[in-house]
């Protein structure tokens, strides 16, 4: 049987500190844009912490991270994606000097891995800006931020630079677009914010992201450092070409993003989504050149699902659960949550990013939310019996597979939520993604303990024979 994954392939999985860490204001952390969205990203900004955001105790992380990378060695992770919280390390975000507890902390996370072999993967910014950055500069609308980030990737570069060899810059960057408190911080209404505001935000980190990736390479050389965006392929609804025109530009708008980072320039098409929306970018002096001269070594994406396109969508009833936006697919089921699942669309997604930049890819986060029952095995053990889960995760690692047999450049595979954490679109705890059942529900209550489930075992298999059990 031909080997497909590569032997140096990194299996594992990917959390985000805000929606796991929890100790919200433990050892001088400071308050970021979640701890005052108790409904999650799309929902109401709270005057502070409110006692029923779960993200504040997450699954407390915070206090049991030996138990769960434990449990993460267990299944044999070869790396584990996180984020550190801007936060623990620059709690308002525009201070000069960082605050060791926080650093202390990863230097234990990171040291838990290392002992068990297991790369970390680490996201700067996901989701977590600090609140006072938006309350005050009104977050990356603020050219501002640009300095502030330096310093904090600096900082975390400069302490980590042996423990941690990849990085990921802003989670998921073209989200801004959809979600411009959560995703940049940006304070402003989305009802009130231009569209002028908005691409400066835009540019702003993007041009973040490119100094700190020189920063990084000046302190180690070795890093690898990449960016990361929705991937989400786009159908046309018929074969129209009005639709499949349509299709094409909502494609392009996901694509600025990629394609500022692996070829450091903006693209010609973005004068025109410039020009269409009145916005002109002021670009400072040296933009351009920091621009070209530092992009990525790789580039990783999330994938959930594909998404329809129309020239005409108020014919058509609206999708549910796309993040981007989109109509529903006829051909697709969906998931609780209406996520419509698609594996060939990872397949798709893989093969237009290595068609396009032949760069190395990494898939940092895909996995299906579920609600989840806790039942007792047939030793009187508790599990839950998530076929639907391992259903969904084979057939979207065989597409990955048959990418890699194509010739597609993949690093590896992080599945989201590897561990139940509370989601971040609606701040649930009953959507789980994990391999491992957490005992919080979405009322707050609950022991905190840790089960495995039958995926658990089933991911072990897989990373143990490399992909050849799928
Ligand atoms: C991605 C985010 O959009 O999707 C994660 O990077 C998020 O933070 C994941 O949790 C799944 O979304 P949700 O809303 O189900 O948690």
């Given at each position: 049987?031909?080997?497909?994954?590569?032997?140096?392939?990194?299996w594992?999985?990917?959390?985000?500190?805000?929606?796991?860490?929890?100790?919200?204001?433990?050892?001088?952390?400071?308050?970021s844009?979640?701890?005052?969205?108790?409904?999650?990203?799309?929902?109401?900004?709270?005057?502070?912490p409110?006692?029923?955001?779960?993200?504040l105790?997450?699954?407390?992380?915070y206090?049991?991270?030996?138990?769960?990378?434990?449990?993460?060695?267990?299944?044999?992770?070869?790396?584990?994606?996180?984020?550190?919280?801007?936060?623990?390390?620059?709690?308002?975000?525009?201070?000069?000097?960082?605050?060791?507890?926080?650093?202390?902390?990863?230097d234990?996370?990171?040291?838990?891995?290392?002992?068990?072999?297991?790369?970390?993967?680490?996201?700067?910014?996901?989701?977590?800006?600090?609140?006072?950055?938006?309350?005050e500069?009104?977050?990356?609308?603020?050219?501002?931020l640009?300095?502030?980030?330096?310093?904090?990737?600096?900082?975390v570069?400069?302490?980590?630079?042996?423990?941690?060899?990849?990085?990921?810059?802003?989670?998921?960057?073209?989200?801004?677009?959809?979600?411009?408190?959560?995703?940049?911080?940006?304070?402003?209404?989305?009802?009130d914010?231009?569209?002028?505001?908005?691409?400066?935000?835009?540019?702003?980190e993007l041009?973040?992201?490119?100094?700190?990736?020189?920063?990084?390479?000046?302190?180690?050389?070795?890093?690898?450092?990449?960016?990361?965006?929705?991937?989400?392929?786009?159908?046309?609804?018929?074969?129209h070409?009005?639709?499949?025109?349509?299709?094409y530009?909502?494609?392009?708008?996901?694509?600025?993003?990629?394609?500022?980072?692996v070829?450091?320039?903006y693209?010609?098409?973005?004068?025109k989504?410039?020009?269409?929306n009145?916005v002109?970018?002021?670009?400072?002096e040296?933009?351009?050149?920091?621009?070209?001269?530092?992009?990525v070594?790789?580039l990783s994406?999330?994938?959930?699902m594909?998404?329809?396109?129309?020239a005409?969508?108020?014919?058509?009833?609206k999708g549910?659960?796309?993040i981007l936006?989109?109509?529903?697919?006829?051909?697709?089921?969906?998931?609780?949550?209406?996520?419509?699942?698609?594996?060939?669309?990872?397949?798709?997604?893989?093969?237009?990013?290595?068609?396009?930049?032949e760069?190395p890819?990494?898939?940092?986060?895909?996995?299906?939310g579920?609600?989840?029952?806790?039942?007792?095995?047939?030793?009187?053990e508790?599990?839950?019996?998530?076929d639907?889960?391992?259903?969904?995760?084979?057939?979207?690692?065989?597409?990955?597979?048959?990418?890699?047999?194509?010739?597609?450049?993949?690093?590896?595979?992080?599945s989201?939520?590897?561990?139940?954490?509370?989601?971040?679109?609606?701040?649930?705890?009953?959507?789980?993604?994990?391999?491992?059942?957490?005992?919080?529900?979405?009322?707050?209550?609950?022991?905190f303990?840790?089960?495995?489930?039958?995926?658990?075992?089933?991911?072990?298999?897989?990373?143990?024979?490399?992909?050849?059990?799928?």
């Amino acid at each position: 049987m031909t080997k497909r994954f590569p032997e140096n392939f990194l299996w594992g999985g990917a959390t985000a500190a805000n929606q796991y860490e929890g100790a919200y204001n433990a050892d001088g952390k400071g308050l970021s844009v979640q701890d005052v969205t108790p409904d999650g990203g799309f929902g109401q900004i709270t005057d502070g912490p409110t006692e029923d955001n779960l993200k504040l105790e997450g699954i407390d992380f915070y206090h049991r991270y030996k138990e769960d990378i434990k449990l993460f060695a267990e299944m044999g992770f070869k790396v584990y994606r996180t984020s550190i919280a801007w936060t623990r390390i620059f709690p308002n975000g525009d201070e000069t000097e960082p605050n060791e507890a926080g650093l202390e902390f990863y230097d234990k996370v990171f040291d838990e891995c290392l002992k068990y072999g297991i790369e970390p993967l680490v996201t700067l910014s996901h989701y977590e800006t600090p609140l006072h950055l938006s309350k005050e500069y009104d977050g990356w609308t603020n050219r501002k931020l640009i300095d502030f980030f330096e310093r904090y990737a600096r900082t975390v570069f400069t302490r980590y630079k042996d423990k941690v060899k990849y990085w990921l810059t802003f989670n998921e960057i073209n989200s801004v677009l959809h979600a411009p408190f959560m995703s940049g911080g940006i304070w402003t209404k989305p009802e009130d914010l231009s569209k002028q505001d908005l691409y400066q935000a835009i540019h702003h980190e993007l041009v973040a992201s490119a100094k700190v990736t020189k920063i990084a390479r000046e302190i180690n050389p070795d890093f690898e450092i990449g960016c990361m965006v929705i991937a989400m392929p786009t159908y046309p609804i018929t074969p129209h070409p009005d639709d499949v025109v349509s299709a094409y530009h909502s494609e392009r708008q996901n694509y600025l993003f990629s394609d500022v980072h692996v070829r450091g320039k903006y693209p010609n098409y973005a004068k025109k989504i410039f020009r269409d929306n009145n916005v002109e970018i002021e670009f400072a002096e040296g933009d351009e050149e920091i621009l070209l001269e530092n992009t990525v070594d790789f580039l990783s994406f999330s994938y959930y699902m594909s998404r329809v396109s129309s020239a005409h969508p108020e014919k058509y009833k609206k999708g549910r659960g796309n993040i981007l936006g989109g109509l529903p697919n006829p051909h697709l089921e969906s998931s609780e949550w209406g996520w419509q699942i698609d594996p060939q669309g990872l397949y798709l997604a893989l093969n237009d990013f290595y068609d396009r930049y032949e760069i190395p890819l990494f898939i940092v986060e895909n996995g299906l939310g579920a609600v989840d029952e806790l039942v007792k095995d047939e030793n009187g053990e508790w599990t839950v019996e998530d076929d639907y889960r391992i259903d969904y995760m084979n057939a979207h690692l065989q597409q990955v597979g048959r990418a890699v047999e194509d010739g597609v450049d993949i690093m590896g595979y992080t599945s989201w939520g590897c561990i139940d954490l509370v989601s971040a679109s609606t701040a649930e705890l009953s959507k789980r993604y994990g391999f491992i059942y957490v005992d919080r529900n979405n009322d707050g209550s609950g022991s905190f303990e840790r089960y495995k489930k039958k995926s658990f075992n089933w991911y072990k298999e897989v990373i143990e024979t490399n992909g050849e059990s799928l």
